[in-house]
């Protein structure tokens, strides 16, 4: 594999000679009156070069080659122009604006848009949704916010920003969803490069896929699959953002691009930083202070051992659309966290204090696109990622806390400490986890024709991972096991377009490969008693395979059929298998791989548009047959261990659902967005089939926008936003009959929280200000058994945009 990427390079290399120059042409398509036509379609006629203008109009085509050529725009409702215009050393970049005439005879007929590249990518088959970052940026948002509100996704936190986070697909959780930055596992970037940490400017685009990944992606997602992609966009520009608020926390981003016309040279970089103090207040049962006697007395307490801190970026140097490749990038990434620890798995009577983790990361990448190369049809993209991470979990003080932040006294009043001398069983630690790492994924396309087309995917990632602690004995760190995972995936796909366009289909077939070694040195006697080192060594090589298919049938324009299945595999992760002290983990090297029979069937509705009424309706029935399901013990009792977790085969089971979105907009002021998912899940434990616990089977989200325009300036623009999130209640526990006392506790109760926003743009549209208020009511807000989650906060941000077309 080096061997071969070594060659490839080279040949892009030597194609680097002779770069045939290209031009740009950019512009904006508005009506009569000036009001921006999105989604109008603008095409370079003879060169299959076209795109969809964005919410503003505007639009930008690159890659045209030297000559003459003709660019033509049609827009439902307002017919089509065209403009000539040529391209050549001294007119590379061409600005070229259109204003159409809206044809009057149409204003009572129900027209279709033209497909936007999210409505594109969602009526190709497969159950997703293209999550657009571009207004949420603008606001005090995070990434893990916004997939929230996406119907069937539900992320649940555990406490406020950078706690731990899960994410569940139509019930499927955990780590059978999987997560990708542009195709590349998250995983391999480590715990301080995560979404609790990426800015949505950073983010171009987010896919998420549920139950039938495609091939492309080429990982062992059950579940599901969350794609990032961050902005490629080969033109200059430059965002900077800054945002304070509730809990001290205060998070900024800045990411800029700069590309040479000539040359085609390009610089991109990207940087954030987030801290918060996450000191909100907290109640409930085990929230108490403990004094003479025993005495429990019920208090509201502020978090007073849970800080957060993240910084991180990416730099890369490359070229971008040139003769040789479409992108070309050489680059580094680096990230640092900081995360104190409050709590085990649950929110208990003694908190802990002065626990904390930190991890870094440090890598190196290399990216390569280009369509088209060396023959018509042949794309190729290569994202590789080569470095170290490292995590360190410090846990000395051995004084327990009560949750005013003062030391707990026992039913005398003495103050006291724990017998194993930390805040977690265990035993102190100065624990290190040091990993090498590596990711490549290559894809390879060939488009025989405008009807079949081949593509063969390949995913590697590799775990060198090496436990430390500066605790134990010299001889215990000398005589220091190893972890080690590495994981091949391939796929090969064929895709079908057929009937004027009306029939995709996407058939697939998945391998996966993973080994995974243990090396534990012990001291043994050889047959002279004398004291000898051995390792002791347990290793696993397991192959499976998979399958699926995707399929699209366009009724009409508007009313589109989706099918989707697949036979998919789970392997289980580093940290399922050895553990991690960090997360509370505990290992477990036997557990066996998951896997599922997924099947979607579901429909869309639009996009219609009457008048200046824009609507879509969406939906999606689903089952999820799972076997060997990993996921937290299933507790059938009242005692529960509140500190550490393992991970476990629960069983076999079926998940089945029904998730269904609507949106609505009228006259691109207001917006209207609502989804609703309820499913089951049950499992045989035992021989008897249950509820799964610790799941919210029913979701509700919804949002309103409302933009006014020229209310303070001339220009500028107004927007005011409402969210909610509705919850019903679930329980960590099976059911334990009708006749019990003290399962209450485990209840997580049903919950509605809402958020309001408004953001202000200023006449020049470089800077937006807007404020945020989360869970409005202060409402006690849980993911997870007892973890309660920030109240009522405030935020301000201001964003600073300038792009040059």
Sequence with gaps: MKNLLTAFLLIICFSAQGQEAFGTIFGKAIDASGKPLPYASVLVEGLKLGVLTDDNGAYSISKIPTGKHRVVISFIGYGTRSKSFEVNESASKIKIDFTLQENVENLNEVTVNGKTKETALETEGFAVNAIKTKEAS?????????????VGVKIRQNGGLGSDVSYSLNGLSGNSVRIFIDGIPISTYGNSFNLNSIPPSMIKQIEVYKGVVPGHLADDALGGAINIMLHNDAKTNFNASISYGSFNTLQASVNGLYRLEKSGFTIKASLFHNYSANDYKVSGRSVVVTGLGGVQTPITAKRFNDAYRSTGGMAQIGYTDVKWADQFFIGITGSDDYKEVQHGAFMTITPYKDRFLESDALLGSINYQKIDLFTKGLDVNIN?????????????VAWAYSWNGERAIDFRGDEYQYTWGSQQEGGPTLAKIKRNVASIRTGMSYAINDNHKVLLNHVYSGIDREDSDALRSVLENTFQGTRDLHKNIYSLTYELTAFDEKLKASLFGKHYQQKTTSVDPAVEQDANGNDVVANEVVSSNKNYDGYGFATSYAIIPNIT??????????????TEIFGNDGDNVVANSSIDPESSNNYNLGFRLGSFNIKKHDFTISTNVFTRNIKDRIGLPIETSLNVDDELIVYVNQGSGTSKGI???LNYS??????????ISRFDLKIANQGIEIDVPNTPFFTMNGSLRYSFKDLLQKKSRLNLFYTMYFTDEFSFLTSQGS?????????????LAQDFGLSYVFPNKK?????????????????NLSVQKPGRAFYLKLNYTINKF
Aim: glycine content about 4%.
């Design 138 to 150: 603008l606001r005090n948002i995070q990434t893990n916010e916004l997939l929230n509100t996406t």
């Design 384 to 396: 590789g990622l080569y470095g170290k991470r490292n995590r360190a979990v410090n846990d000395t």
């Design 561 to 574: 059929l989706l099918a989707s299945a697949e036979k998919a595999i789970r392997l289980p992760n580093e």
């Design 659 to 661: 998730d269904a979105q």
């Design 666 to 675: 009228y006259n691109s002021n207001f917006g209207l967005n609502f989804n």
């Design 739 to 751: 006749n019990t006392v003290g399962d209450e506790f485990f209840k997580v109760p049903q919950q």
């Design 767 to 783: 800077l937006v200000m807007s404020f945020d208020i989360k869970n409005i009511f202060d409402e006690p807000v849980y993911d």
